[in-house]
């Protein structure tokens, strides 16, 4: 029964509450990532698993341990997405999109699926913003997508995180760093883990990115990449952060980060919160020059970022605690008192959630003091009470539960009258408000706005 009760292992529902800062997040990323000049894109949650041993690399843990993959009725090797820049790039190759005119700029909102150990910010199914960014070799190009991470971390107000930079270079002087890594992890080669010792013919900078802290310890006292950085990779490098300073946006240079998948080449960077733990990188990403050539097309520079909502947001409800406001409030609850008014409520509820506003009504035959109760329990910011004795007297009372006022309207056209009478009390709150949230989602503001509506 257990099986049928309980959701595999590192996998999590999402219940409305976090539903809605998830919504909140991804809107305000799209908003962002839409002022950066981005467009979405969609790629699908499973591909040829060689797509991924081509791009994520076959030394990475991602590709060795962490992949679903399994073979369809059709027998062929089908993956989950580990990650999200993969699937993008093949989408890009596949549609010839790098030859409109470049650069190409994209964004996405993914799932991503790793067979990891769960823990706090770490499970099986996890979501990502990303984007990806082709046809340009400009490091401007590089702190664009810095500052855009940046500029979305910020706006969310959640303090405390830093950015780190590295460049780990392109292959032409990779060759000599190789050497140099290959010359100091020999000598510690037997106090490091069996993937380390497998990894260290075929991939030597793999070595600097494993978790296991004995591994951890000695890669701290390899040598740096950024000692052997050849004129075109120091110059770029320089150019990254020349422009972050014009940018303003504080970095650190952390000689370390390597990034954990084998496409990177040039600028990698990570964005780190005090908040998460262990599990501290909420944001990562870099350039992958190489990539679209790997997987078979022309040689199209490339960058981007992937950034974990589950970290996001457990970084914002640390910052910002109690973010139940984000959760759809009840705008107003209508109260049949007997049979007759049943069917002007029903009509009535039925006009006002077309013209988007949140009314509600009862169900489940509760009495008229139940049903107070229940609107209370909502939240409901209005309630109005129609019953045999409004019928007769041709109006009703609405009350506003905030502040215990109420006013009679008409039952004659009486969805115009309440949308008149909540809409306009919405905007007055606004216009005191010094800090409004956009009009938009006022109710009736349609209405307001366009005059009566034509519907009834
Ligand atoms: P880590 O070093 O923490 O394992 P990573 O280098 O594997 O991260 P990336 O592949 O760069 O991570 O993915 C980008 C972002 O996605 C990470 O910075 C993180 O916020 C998030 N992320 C990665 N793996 C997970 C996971 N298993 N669960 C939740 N979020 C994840
Ligand atoms: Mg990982």
Redesign the pocket.
């Known amino acids: 029964m257990a099986l049928l009760t309980k959701a595999p292992r590192?996998t999590s529902d999402i219940l409305p509450e976090s539903a809605a800062l998830y919504r909140f997040l991804e809107d305000r990323f799209i908003e962002t990532a839409t002022a950066y000049g981005f467009r979405e894109i969609r790629t699908p949650v499973f591909e040829h698993t060689e797509l991924f041993n081509r791009s994520v690399g076959e030394t990475t843990?991602?590709v060795q341990k962490?992949m679903y993959t399994f073979n369809d009725n059709g027998g062929r090797s089908i993956t989950l997405r580990?990650?999200g820049t993969a699937g993008v790039a093949r989408a890009v190759l596949e549609h010839g999109l790098t030859g409109d005119a470049m650069p190409l700029k994209l964004f996405y909102i993914t799932s991503?699926y790793?067979y990891?150990k769960?823990q706090a910010?770490?499970?099986?199914e996890?979501?990502?913003f990303?984007v990806e960014y082709f046809g340009t070799e400009d490091p401007v190009a590089d702190a664009e997508i810095i500052a855009l991470a940046d500029g979305f971390l910020s706006s969310l107000e959640i303090g405390n995180y830093s950015l780190r930079i590295n460049s780990i270079g392109c292959p032409a002087c990779r060759a000599e760093y190789h050497r140099a890594l290959k010359g100091y992890f020999e000598k510690n080669l037997d106090r490091m883990c069996g993937n380390c010792r497998e990894r260290f013919e075929r991939n030597p900078m793999r070595l600097l990115?494993c978790?296991v802290p004995e591994c951890h310890e000695i890669a701290s006292g390899a040598p740096s990449i950024l000692d052997y950085l050849c004129d075109d990779c120091r110059a770029h490098f320089d150019g990254v952060k020349r422009q972050l300073n014009v940018l303003g946006i504080p970095f650190e240079i952390d000689p370390h980060i390597v990034?954990?998948?084998d496409y990177y080449t040039r600028t990698v960077f990570?964005?780190v919160s005090g908040a998460l733990g262990a599990?501290?990188?909420?944001?990562?990403?870099g350039r992958y020059d190489g990539l679209l050539q790997e997987l078979g097309g022309k040689p199209v520079p490339a960058l981007g970022?992937?950034?974990?909502?589950?970290?996001?947001k457990l970084i914002y409800e640390n910052a910002v605690p109690g973010n139940n406001d984000l959760m759809s409030t009840v705008d107003l609850y209508m109260i049949p008192a007997d049979d007759e008014a049943k069917d002007l409520v029903t009509a009535t509820v039925n006009d006002l959630r077309r013209c988007g506003m949140n009314a509600e009504r009862d169900v489940c035959g509760r009495s008229v003091k139940a049903q107070m109760k229940y609107a209370g329990k909502l939240g409901a910011r209005f309630t109005m009470i129609l019953g045999e004795t409004e019928l007769r007297e041709g109006s009703a009372l609405i009350k506003d539960m905030q502040t215990g006022d109420t006013e009679r309207l008409p039952l004659e056209e009486l969805s115009y009258e309440i949308l008149m009478h909540i809409g306009e009390k919405y905007l007055a709150e606004m216009d005191e408000d010094p800090d409004p949230t956009p009009p938009d989602n006022v109710p009736g503001l349609t209405v307001l706005r366009g005059g009566k509506n034509t519907d009834q």
Request: charged residues 35%; glycine residues 20%.
């Open positions: 590192g843990d991602v962490e580990p990650e991503c790793r990891e769960p910010g770490r499970l099986r996890f979501h990502q990303g990115d978790k990034r954990g998948l990570e964005f599990q501290s990188t909420v944001c990562g990403g970022f992937g950034m974990g909502e589950e970290r996001l």
